[in-house]
């Protein structure tokens, strides 16, 4: 079992920055791959972006360029750093980890304003 525990979502007007935090627990050791997904109001949920146990990175193209995911493997987090952010980002932010099962954070909301 892998528990995943979010944080830094808020508000932020466009072309703003924050980063957002996902701290992994439990069976981390067995974690192959760890990514972001978001979904908004009435959309389904979409990769933003992922980053596997040998540092290959994968981004949305809607993101690219403006976000960067990274993990720090001492203190099993990852990070998903977000700039020059838009309106159309606001969404409620999952974290994502693939460890023989597909295991989910609570979500963290992500809003910015026009």
């Known amino acids: 079992q892998v528990q995943l525990l979010e944080s830094g979502g808020g508000l932020v007007q466009a072309g703003g920055s924050l980063r957002l935090s996902c701290a992994a627990s439990?069976?981390?050791?067995?974690?192959?791959?760890m990514g972001w997904y978001r979904q908004a109001p009435g959309k389904q949920r979409e990769l933003v972006a992922a980053i596997t146990s040998g540092g290959s990175t994968n981004y949305a193209d809607s993101v690219k360029g403006r976000f960067t995911i990274s993990r720090d493997n001492a203190k099993n987090t990852v990070y998903l750093q977000m700039n020059s952010l838009k309106p159309e980002d606001t969404a409620v932010y999952y974290c994502?980890?693939?460890?023989?099962?597909?295991?989910w954070g609570q979500g963290t909301q992500v809003t910015v304003s026009s």
């Open positions: 994502n980890a693939l460890s023989g099962g597909d295991y």
């Open positions: 439990g069976s981390i050791f067995s974690i192959y791959a």
